[in-house]
């Protein structure tokens, strides 16, 4: 894709912005950002400065506008495309037809390796595997496995559960034809952010309680859980932190509009009544991210459990924080304490059958 001069332009000025020195960086970005204990990361605060004065937002009008916009934006953030890594383009048979799919091989792996099957965020309605193709490229190469991005359906045009179960149908591909693609079939995690995060916990629960197999690993980033509860974090930060109540509620509306059950725990995982067996997790949040309380609910929910489970608080950051890759330097640093906990879970091949 070309990009556009514009945003040519946008993406250079951006990251002049972040070369200059601490004190003209904080000059730009306004006095320190401090709530509930926290205090935001200053790459965060210039980066929340930069789309206030560009009027940027993650819901830019109709759905196609919303994501037009992303796709867009995407290149004023995300970075040079993460090299030596491999793509390959996938066609994933389902019962509603065709998944498409990208499998990321990092150069040179030997087979054997794992593999995470990775669900982009995107409230479930915008998003796409161009939109996070760096944040796969990124955990392909530093957690040293095979990823394979899932394109599932998208809401409104395809309500809840068509993106549910194409990410199942998605994981049993992977499991099937681990193999093929030069992975362990014992070795195969389930991840996504927000919304995608939403569809691996999810993934990992259905799989659990109907046998057979199963994620070895879930990677869990500030997943949305629970629809049906306004906590504590959802008020404090509902508005000027990237994603926003308005926001949240626009996405929900569209993915789990009139008639679905929103307690159903293929929706929200927090309210299954059983999570005990699921696979190990590692869940991170936000500090400033309205999602932030419910990922951590369920993380406790999980340890309650048994469910061995690391919780990982990135208490200065943002939501959306790993497709953030190409500004700064703290957006990275947190992706990459979340590809060392994927390494770590897929160390040890797990029968899943």
Known sequence: MTIP???RVQAAAAQLLYALPRPLRRLVAGKPVRL???ELALDAQLLLRLQQLSGASLVNGTVEHSRAALDVSRHLVSGKPIQPVLTREVAIPGPHGEVPATLYTPDGLPTGSGMLVFYHGGGWVIGSRRSHDNTA???????GLRVLSVEYRLAPEHPFPAAQEDALTAFDFAYEKAETFGADPGRIAVGGDSAG??????????TTRR???????QLLLYPAVDVTERRRSRELFSDGFFLTEEHMVWFIDHYAPAGVDRTDPRLSPLLADDVSGLPPAYIATAGFDPLRDEGEAYAAKLAEAGVPVALSRQADLIHGYANFLGIGKRFREALAEAAGALRMGLSTPTSKD
């Not at 490229?137 to 957690?143: G, Q, S, V």
């Not at 046998?211 to 690993?217: E, I, K, R, V, Y």
């Open 5 to 7: 001069a514009n945003i």
């Open 36 to 38: 509930d204990g926290q």
């Open 137 to 143: 490229r990124f955990l392909a190469k530093y957690a």
């Open 197 to 206: 995060g939403n569809l691996a916990a999810v993934t990992a629960l259905v």
């Open 211 to 217: 046998g057979g197999p199963a994620p070895a690993f």
